[in-house]
T-cell receptor, first 115, second 114 residues
Framework: DQQVKQNSPSLSVQEGRISILNCDYT??????FLWYKKYPAEGPTFLIS?????DKNEDGRFTVFLNKSAKHLSLHIVPSQPGDSAVYFC??????????????FGGGTRVLVKP | DGGITQSPKYLFRKEGQNVTLSCEQN?????MYWYRQDPGQGLRLIYY???????QKGDIAEGYSVSREKKESFPLTVTSAQKNPTAFYLC?????????????FGEGSRLTVL
C-alpha cells in the first residue's frame, strides 16, 4: 500500500513556463513533507520542505503548497530551466524521533524542460 | 569535504552469492539509512539505524542484513535470500540536531545479478 503517491510519472514543460508536480498521501499522521531532486546515477538532493503547520513555503523559484484536508501537496517551479530536468521525489514523515525519523517516498516524477 | 561515500558504484553478482555494499559518512550524523530504488517505485526503505549498535527493519528488509558497529559506517549485505536484488541502492544519513527531516544521500551503488 503506497502511502505517498505521485500519479504523474513524467512532465514536459517549455523553458520559462511553470512546472507543477503533484503528490498525494494517505497517512494522516504525516506532518512533514519534503521534495528531493535526482539526476541519473546520483543520489537525491534535498530541495524544499514544509511542515504541516504551514500551507506554503517558498525558496527562490521553488514553492511547495500543502492542502492537509485533501492530503495533497504540490511543487511549483517558476520559471522552469533546462537544468531542472530531473526526477523529483515527494517524501513524507512523522516528525518525532520515536517514529524513527523515516521518510516515505513517492514513485517520482520525471521532469523534462525543453529549451 | 563532508559527505557520504558509497562503494562500489557498480557491482555484478552471480545468483546465490552474498554481496556487501559499503556506506561511510563523515558528517557526524547519528542516523543512517538504506533505500532501494526500482524504476517507477521510488525509494523504499530497507534498514535504518538511529544510533551505533542499533538498527531496525524498514519496509523491505527480507533478504538483507546490516550492522552498525561504528557511527561512520553502515554496510548493507544483500544475501542470496533476496529474490530480486538487481536495483540501485542508496545510503543516507540524517543529522542529530533536532528534527530536520533532511536526508543526505550518497551517490548510490548499482547492483546487477547475472
Amino acid at each position: 500500500d503506497q502511502q505517498v503517491k505521485q500519479n504523474s510519472p513524467s512532465l514536459s514543460v517549455q523553458e520559462g513556463r511553470i512546472s507543477i508536480l503533484n503528490c498525494d498521501y494517505t497517512n494522516s499522521m504525516f506532518d512533514y513533507f519534503l521534495w528531493y531532486k535526482k539526476y541519473p546515477a546520483e543520489g537525491p538532493t534535498f530541495l524544499i520542505s514544509i511542515s504541516s503547520i504551514k500551507d506554503k513555503n517558498e525558496d527562490g523559484r521553488f514553492t511547495v503548497f500543502l492542502n492537509k484536508s485533501a492530503k495533497h501537496l504540490s511543487l511549483h517551479i517558476v520559471p522552469s530551466q533546462p537544468g531542472d530536468s530531473a526526477v523529483y521525489f515527494c517524501a513524507a514523515s512523522v516528525a518525532v524521533k520515536a517514529a524513527g525519523n523515516k521518510l516515505t517516498f513517492g514513485g517520482g516524477t520525471r521532469v523534462l524542460v525543453k529549451p | 569535504d563532508g559527505g557520504i561515500t558509497q562503494s562500489p558504484k557498480y557491482l555484478f553478482r552471480k545468483e546465490g552469492q552474498n554481496v556487501t555494499l559499503s556506506c561511510e559518512q563523515n558528517l557526524n550524523h547519528d542516523a543512517m539509512y538504506w533505500y532501494r530504488q526500482d524504476p517507477g517505485q521510488g525509494l523504499r526503505l530497507i534498514y535504518y539505524s538511529q544510533i551505533v549498535n542499533d538498527f531496525q527493519k524498514g519496509d523491505i528488509a527480507e533478504g538483507y542484513s546490516v550492522s552498525r558497529e561504528k557511527k561512520e559506517s553502515f554496510p548493507l549485505t544483500v544475501t542470496s535470500a533476496q529474490k530480486n536484488p538487481t536495483a540501485f541502492y542508496l545510503c543516507a544519513s540524517m543529522g542529530a540536531g533536532g528534527w530536520t527531516g533532511e536526508l543526505f544521500f550518497g551517490e548510490g551503488s548499482r547492483l546487477t545479478v547475472l
